[in-house]
């Protein structure tokens, strides 16, 4: 059954530094979100991509983040300068029409 | 009013019983509706989608009630593998389809 994937597993980082999170959405899908879940707190939708554009973004994505569909395969979230507050779980998710989103394992994201 | 609510629970609940989660939403023109299941510190899963008329699978029952904006999920004969947090989302109009997430219902299956 395809899946959504998504690296680092875990990644961990300073203050101040970049991060990339990367997600390969399903293969067939078009549309592709990213979602961030800090601990004991609900999921928050951060963007959403479609069309090798943003569709929508929440008031958490500010200039600090920014998507990228580099190729085919990767969807790519970046932060700029990560700061104590940005530690969560990202979750990656894709779907074939704007309807039910398969999500990926996640990526927690320590910072330090 | 929040845009999704949940009871957080938690349901502590022994094998085999049935168990009712309920959520309301406050946007009248929201289109579409799912149930999501998620593990401790693990991704949430899709378990059901919700329709007009009230869908069954297996165990699971999911309901719509328009007119008030409430959703229920009824899980009957319960299993240890149940527990979880179950997830009410609903997605309003608009090309984007934005997932919003209810805080989650806690539900624990005991021996």
């Known amino acids: 059954e395809p899946e959504v994937t998504q690296t680092p597993s875990h990644q961990v980082t300073q203050m101040g530094q970049e991060v990339i999170l990367r997600c390969v959405p399903i293969s067939n899908h078009l549309y592709f979100y990213w979602y961030r879940q800090i601990l004991g707190q609900k999921v928050e939708f951060l963007v959403s991509?479609?069309?090798?554009?943003?569709?929508?973004k929440s008031e958490i994505f500010d200039d600090q983040f920014s998507v990228e569909r580099p190729d085919g395969s990767n969807f790519t979230l970046k932060i700029r300068s990560t700061k104590l507050e940005d530690s969560a779980m990202y979750f990656c998710a894709s779907s074939s029409a704007p309807s039910e989103q398969y999500f990926g394992p996640g990526t927690r994201l320590t910072v330090t | 009013r929040k845009e999704v609510e949940q009871d957080p629970g938690p349901f502590n609940v022994p094998e085999g019983a049935t168990v009712a989660f309920n959520c309301t939403y406050s946007?009248?023109?929201?289109?579409?509706f799912f149930w999501y299941r998620q593990d401790c510190r693990k991704e949430p899963k899709l378990l059901m989608s919700v329709y007009s008329s009230g869908n069954e699978d297996g165990r699971f029952t999911a309901q719509l009630n328009r007119a008030s904006q409430y959703i229920s999920l009824l899980i009957r004969d319960s299993k240890l593998s149940d527990s979880a947090t179950y997830l009410c989302v609903v997605v309003n109009a608009g090309n984007n389809r934005k997932l919003i997430w209810g805080l989650g219902t806690s539900l624990a299956v005991n021996p």
């Open positions: 946007n009248s023109a929201s289109q579409s």
């Open positions: 991509f479609y069309n090798n554009e943003i569709s929508e």
